[in-house]
């Protein structure tokens, strides 16, 4: 994706989920169906995201996330396991 603003370095993700622009998400990334993924989000690697996932703009999900079916999470939250 060449001038692309959202860095996805390839992730699995559904073609339902929506990624705003500026979001890093890792390659090992996996992302479900029907999610909503905020600007400026930041997936790290190793993170599962299920499907009907809301992220808000600016949050950061850190390594060996999960985060399961029907979750929201608010804007410029930092996850931490």
Known sequence: ??????????????KTTRIGKFS??????????????GSHVQ?????????HVKIGSGTKILSQTTIAD???????VTSQN
């Open 24 to 37: 890093e998400i890792h390659r090992s990334a996996k992302i479900g169906a029907s999610c909503e993924i």
């Open 70 to 76: 029907g979750v929201a999470i608010g804007p410029d």
């Open 43 to 51: 997936i790290d690697k190793d993170v599962t995201i299920k499907n």
């Open 1 to 14: 994706m060449p001038n692309s603003p959202t860095k996805t370095r390839t992730p699995r993700a559904s």
